[in-house]
């Protein structure tokens, strides 16, 4: 057992549904290794962060992670989110960014 969730790592955050995220090999993540990734998801977390910023993605593999780290944080109790709800949120999230929903 693993205390990451391998099947949910490769296909929503290293892959898009199986076809592999540009880029994601800059930051040494291969389908089921998050590489530099597992860096920040634990920073997001471990500061229970409220607000975070990506400036510049090659095609959205940080913003992935930073999104995942912020519904977990939501999902635990740390804190109520910034009004939007956990559906909405992942209702509108689409490969790394969000849709006008």
């Not at 790592?9 to 291969?30: C, S």
């Not at 597992?38 to 992935?64: D, E, H, N, T, W």
Request: glycine residues 12%; positive net charge.
């Amino acid at each position: 057992m693993s205390i990451v969730d391998l099947k949910y790592i490769q296909e929503k955050i290293t892959t898009n549904n199986g076809t592999p995220v540009d880029y994601r090999w800059t930051h040494g993540a291969t389908d089921k290794h998050l590489g530099d990734g597992l860096l920040v998801y634990s920073i997001i977390q471990m500061m229970r962060a409220k607000v975070c910023v990506c400036i510049g993605s090659g095609s959205g593999f940080i913003p992935r992670i930073m999104t995942q780290a912020r519904i977990d944080l939501y999902n635990q109790g740390i804190f109520e989110g910034n009004g939007i709800l956990k559906n909405e949120v992942k209702k509108n999230w689409v490969y790394g960014s969000f849709q006008a929903g």
